[in-house]
């Protein structure tokens, strides 16, 4: 993780270095406070890896010694396809297009759906194929 906050430190030092340019070439607020959260975004990333990273026993990535074989093994779990995110995207759209229309019956019949959707996104490796 050593290697992850030194890149996330130097890109801390870039915004932190553009930020004061940006304002003395164009005045302009908006961009200048945009860089400068980027920049404090940065910096925190930053200081969680770091701290993370004295913490933790070093991975074979961060090794001198390292080898190749070191990182075998399982890496975690990672889920197969699912479709549940499409219907809450499709829920959340329904939602937002009844709000633009100011249709509240039709952002309630979303929230429904959605509510069932997020259900069974949440609870998919309950049952099914999946489970565990």
Known sequence: MK????????VAVFFGL???????????????????MTMLLAAMVTLYLGFHAAKMDPRPEDRK???????AGELGFFPPYSWWPLWCA?????MVYAVALAAWWLF????????????????EYYRGEHAH
Request: no cysteine; glycine share 14%; net charge negative.
């Open 3 to 10: 290697s992850e906050a030194w890149v996330f430190g130097i």
């Open 18 to 36: 553009i930020a004061p340019a940006y304002w003395f070439i164009t005045s302009d607020w908006t961009g200048t406070s945009a860089l400068t």
């Open 65 to 71: 010694d390292g080898e190749i074989a070191d990182g």
């Open 90 to 94: 499709l829920t959340l759209g329904v």
């Open 108 to 123: 309630i019949i979303g929230v429904v759906l959605g509510a069932v959707a997020l259900s069974g996104w949440i609870f």
